[in-house]
């Protein structure tokens, strides 16, 4: 890799108090920032990444201006014994990685090389590469750059590409294989380096929390909305190794023109396994997160974390606060609280909050019917 060679330049500061008299100080040549002060650092070092300006520098003693860096340890190549850039390729000492040592592929500078490795792209094949070319980036979605508004080449159908660095590849894949109504559509996945790249049906619409931002709901139609989720819960709860969702809240349900109802976000879903007595990462939303997905539970995100996550969302859409807040009013109340029960095992499943929801609205419907 070549970097823009940086040397290490030794100052000699008697004022300094806090230091024996003749203390050598080491500074950056290019932002004047003091190495010796900067955390881990030793003169002794090979190449030094300076962490006021982010350049690499390369110690004098080190031979030749290109740092030769192992892809896969980061360990420098020069200094390894036998090292010569005319090799072609260099297995590296320290981890045993075969490096291509090809000058037609060095990095200008350390911020170019910092930004390769950060690529969402980075160790694509040229054949995912090339299918991915045909969606062009159109916007951010809400400002997010690993959601991105994209539009087929050819087609003009437009697209939701998203890069997802926390995300169960297996989940996406059934998904793929096995569409659920009223979920986004997964028509391509890709898998790089450091991400999963996802493109997924655009569905339009507006989402629940774009909705709260002028009006809480009616009972009815959160009711109604609710309903609509549960039916979708039913199917992914329903498999033989059921799908958690692990992320239900306001922004990742869409409500479509024709009122339809859509459930968004499977990055931070998983399979249940019954024999797991926690999460090994805990995952969700503040507030929405059942105690169980942030570690205070008696057992492993299940179901039941769903079916929390939706009496929050009741409570929200109706509202407008959470339950500690403001309660719900009337028997909705009495199903929301059952719904946050700390204890997984009270909450209701899916199909019995369901039943429960229906019910309620049939007896609201009689009311307002006979009033």
Same mark, same amino acid.
């Given at each position: 890799? &070549? ?36 955390? #881990? *650092?030793?003169?002794?070092?090979? @190449? +030094? ?18 740092? +030769? ?66 969606? !062009? ?12 508004? =994209? ?7 437009? @697209? ?19 569409? =659920? ?16 790249? =996802? ?5 339009? #619409? ?65 399979? *249940?396994?019954?024999?797991?007595? &926690? ?13 169980? !997905? ?12 769903? =079916? ?24 909705? +109340? ?27 609205? #049939? ?9």
């Amino acid at each position: 890799m &070549d970097f823009f060679e940086g040397l290490f330049k030794k100052v000699k500061n008697s004022k300094k108090t806090d230091e024996p008299e003749g203390e050598p100080y080491e500074f950056c040549p290019k932002c004047d920032a003091n190495l010796t002060l900067q955390k #881990g *650092y030793r003169n002794d070092l090979p @190449y +030094w990444i300076c962490k006021g300006c982010g350049e690499m520098l390369i110690n004098p003693e080190v031979e030749g201006d290109i740092a +030769w860096i192992c892809d896969q340890c980061g360990s420098m190549l020069n200094i390894q014994e036998g090292f010569s850039d005319n090799n072609g390729e260099w297995t590296c000492t320290e981890c045993g990685y075969v490096n291509k040592i090809d000058e037609s592929e060095l990095y200008a500078s350390e911020d170019e090389f910092q930004a390769e490795q950060r690529s969402p792209y980075k160790g694509l094949s040229d054949e995912d590469t090339l299918a991915l070319s045909v969606y !062009q980036d159109l916007e951010h979605i809400d400002n997010r750059p690993d959601i991105i508004l =994209v539009g087929h080449r050819e087609t003009g159908r437009k @697209y939701v590409k998203k890069l997802l660095t926390i995300y169960n590849r297996s989940v996406y894949d059934y998904l793929k294989d096995n569409p =659920v109504k009223h979920m986004p559509t997964i028509h391509e996945i890709y898998e790089s380096e450091n991400c999963l790249i =996802v493109i997924e049906e655009c569905i339009e #619409g507006k989402t629940i929390a774009d909705l709260l931002e002028d009006n809480a709901f009616s009972e009815d139609r959160a009711i109604d909305i609710a309903i609509d989720i549960c039916r979708i819960l039913e199917i992914i709860h329903g498999l033989p190794t059921p799908i958690i969702h692990r992320d239900i809240k306001p922004s990742n349900i869409m409500v479509t023109p024709e009122n339809e109802t859509s459930l968004l976000d499977m990055n931070v879903a998983k399979w *249940y396994d019954p024999d797991k007595t &926690d999460d090994t990462r805990y995952m969700g939303t503040r507030f929405y997160a059942a105690p169980e !997905q942030v570690g205070y539970g008696l057992s492993a995100s299940s179901a039941k974390s769903d =079916v929390y996550a939706i009496g929050v969302l009741l409570n929200v859409m109706v509202t407008r606060k959470f339950p500690k807040e403001e309660r719900a009013g009337g028997r909705l +109340w009495d199903i929301v609280e059952r719904c946050i029960s700390l204890n997984a095992d009270d909450r209701y499943s899916a199909s019995e909050l369901l039943e429960a929801l229906e019910e309620l609205r #049939g007896e609201i419907h009689a009311e307002e019917t006979n009033g």
